[in-house]
């Protein structure tokens, strides 16, 4: 019984400590892609704050594109929409993401693909 009780405390105090890891992304992970999205998609591991975070796209030419506000799907806060404002041309992207959980902990990380 006791050992039950401690293998369950240590279960929760890792959940309690967990960080918001990437798990998804549209557009893919080092793809190259026909169609330009028109819109940034982000699964994480847990659900993060809007308010505290930010994805970001920079073009080809390193410069920043711009994008609409982050935005949560409806009713799951572990997925963050980023639209895109206007049409991406040919080349590589670069999306760079800082995100703060609901416990508080930050993370960051980015990730590339190419439009054809």
């Known amino acids: 019984?006791?050992?039950s009780a401690v293998l369950v405390a240590g279960l929760m105090s890792q959940q309690a400590f967990?960080?918001?890891h990437l798990k998804t992304e549209t557009?893919?992970?080092?793809?190259?892609?026909?169609?330009?999205?028109?819109?940034?998609?982000?699964?994480f591991s847990e659900g993060i704050?809007?308010?505290f975070s930010k994805v970001t796209l920079s073009g080809p030419n390193k410069s920043q594109v711009a994008t609409?506000?982050?935005?949560?799907?409806?009713?799951?806060?572990?997925q963050a929409i980023v639209p895109l404002n206007t049409p991406l041309s040919a080349g590589k992207y670069t999306v760079s993401w800082k995100v703060v959980s609901v416990d508080g902990h930050k993370t960051e990380g980015q990730y590339s693909f190419t439009v054809q």
């Open 18 to 20: 967990a960080h918001a």
């Open 1 to 3: 019984m006791a050992t």
């Open 27 to 43: 557009p893919t992970a080092d793809t190259s892609i026909k169609t330009a999205p028109t819109e940034l998609s982000l699964g």
């Open 49 to 51: 704050e809007p308010n």
């Open 68 to 78: 609409g506000a982050l935005v949560l799907a409806a009713n799951d806060n572990t």
